[in-house]
């Protein structure tokens, strides 16, 4: 039997990059799609919330692990024959989507209406209260809930190793069956989930205090 070495470590290891890089482009693309369903959810056209909102019901009602078989298997179906890294990052950016949307739809109602009042008269148009006086104020309060999110975007990366796409929990899964030491390649997979997220955790609540979020 094959025992645990330093070179399985170094494979997980790299095989973690692939997870960082899964997570950012799914917080990037989530993200850029989230403020349009945030924007769409305090519309003032009846339509456009309602659309963002079903969406956002949507995904949220839906397992991750079913967006990502729609995405890799179900686009397969239509004749698309797409990478696992290509459905991953798809999948991840349509879930993180519906989530930062929503997080930051409560950010932007959690400026005082007074805010809007207040760029309202002195003559700006919805583009500039936006711009200008909600959006920045928003964002500031929307700095820890995202962070803390960020954690469980890189956690249900590991998810993606169902359709074979090789990061770290696939990683794990190649190192125990070349060593069947499940305990010690696990407890490793579990460190260095813990060493990426925990940064951020921290970063979360740092941001919290220091903003004084909750005043």
Avoid at 18 to 33: E, N, R, Y
Avoid at 150 to 173: D, P
Avoid at 180 to 186: D, K, S
Wanted: charged share 10%.
């Amino acid at each position: 039997m094959i025992q645990f070495s330093s070179t399985h470590l170094i494979y997980l290891i790299e095989a973690a990059r692939w997870t960082v890089l899964l997570s950012v482009l799914a917080f990037i693309g989530g993200g850029a799609f989230g403020l349009v369903l945030a924007l769409g959810r305090v519309s003032q056209h009846k339509w456009l919330r309602w659309l963002s909102a079903a969406y956002i019901q949507i995904i949220q009602g839906t397992p991750l692990l079913v967006v990502l078989f729609l995405a890799y298997f179900g686009l397969s179906i239509l004749g698309l024959d797409i990478e696992p890294i290509i459905a991953a990052g798809l999948s991840l950016t349509v879930y993180t989507a519906a989530f930062l949307g929503e997080i930051w739809r409560g950010c932007i109602l959690s400026v005082p209406k007074t805010q809007w009042e207040a760029s309202n008269c002195i003559g700006l148009s919805r583009a500039q209260q936006y711009r200008y006086v909600i959006l920045p104020q928003a964002a500031r309060i929307a700095i820890p809930p995202t962070v803390g999110f960020m954690v469980q975007i890189v956690k249900n990366t590991s998810i993606t190793s169902i359709i074979g796409f090789v990061e770290l929990a696939r990683a794990g899964q190649i190192v125990n069956n070349s060593t069947f030491q499940p305990f010690i390649t696990f407890v490793f997979v579990a460190i260095i989930y813990f060493a990426m997220c925990y940064p951020l955790s921290l970063a979360s609540r740092h941001f919290e205090r220091k903003l004084n979020v909750g005043k």
